[in-house]
């Protein structure tokens, strides 16, 4: 089982407010990525970080903004939320094994997500 | 243009049969596939991962295999359980970023019925 987590697991809110998803990992990664999912599509990286104070978009535009001042948490924050930002949002963190040389072959692991609904 | 088609899109069928999920994919210059288990509502779990010179790799019911010449995948799950319901995502790496940039597929949704 992976040691990675995100609150909330649900969030319902209106137009406008500004909302931040937690996410965190004990397991020492320095990568972590976050992830847009609409049902029945593919994952879209929206931000990934190598490190602290390394923060990149992703592939996908988003308006989302995120930070990583310590290694185990990565959090992703929407100033102004609209009905556009509903989705699914996955964490994950990717690592070599403890004690072991970061490889291509690294595993993401990936947190239990959060549904995001904006009304 | 890199991209990972799944088929079927969905599948149902019966507990204790087998079944095969396909992947095709074009991304270029490839590092490895992994096969990703997604239950509902949660992230996904990694099942495997083969890298170019590997053709077969199990993790229990779950058989994976690559054709790195015809750039295909399968995953194979034998004697199938109530609890193999949910989607398989078929995940690339491509060789070319120290990201490790991965391409993912929209996963085919199983659905297993007793």
């Known amino acids: 089982e992976a040691d990675i987590y995100q609150t909330p697991r649900y969030l319902v809110i209106g137009t406008g407010k500004k909302i931040t998803l937690e996410c965190s990992q004990t397991?020492?990664?320095?990568?972590m990525y976050w992830y847009q999912q609409d049902p029945g599509m593919e994952l879209h990286l929206i931000h990934y970080?190598?490190?602290?104070?390394?923060?990149e978009k992703g592939d996908l535009s988003s308006e989302s903004t995120v930070s990583r001042i310590r290694t185990e948490h990565f959090p992703l924050t929407l100033e102004s939320a609209r009905p556009s930002h509903t989705s699914q949002y996955l964490c994950?963190?990717?690592?070599?094994?403890?004690?072991?040389?970061?490889?291509?072959?690294?595993?993401?692991?990936f947190g239990p997500g959060t549904r995001l609904t904006v009304l | 243009k890199n991209q990972v088609e799944q088929s079927p899109q969905s599948l149902i069928i019966l507990e204790g049969k087998n079944c095969t999920l396909q992947?095709?994919?074009?991304?270029?210059?490839?590092?490895?596939l992994r096969w990703y288990k997604q239950d509902t509502g949660r992230g996904p779990v990694s099942l495997t991962i083969?890298?170019?010179?590997?053709n077969t790799k199990s993790n229990g019911r779950y058989t994976a295999t690559l054709d790195a010449d015809t750039k295909q995948s399968s995953l194979h799950i034998t004697a199938s359980q109530l609890s193999d319901s949910a989607s398989y995502i078929c995940?690339?790496?491509?060789?070319?970023?120290?990201?490790?940039?991965?391409?993912f597929g929209r996963g085919t949704q199983l659905t297993v019925w007793p």
């Open positions: 397991m020492g990664h320095d990568k």
């Open positions: 992947c095709n994919y074009t991304v270029s210059p490839f590092s490895n």
């Open positions: 083969m890298t170019f010179s590997e």
């Open positions: 994950a963190s990717s690592g070599p094994p403890f004690g072991g040389n970061t490889t291509s072959t690294d595993t993401q692991y």
């Open positions: 970080s190598y490190g602290v104070n390394s923060t």
């Open positions: 995940v690339v790496s491509d060789r070319g970023s120290t990201l490790g940039r991965l391409y």
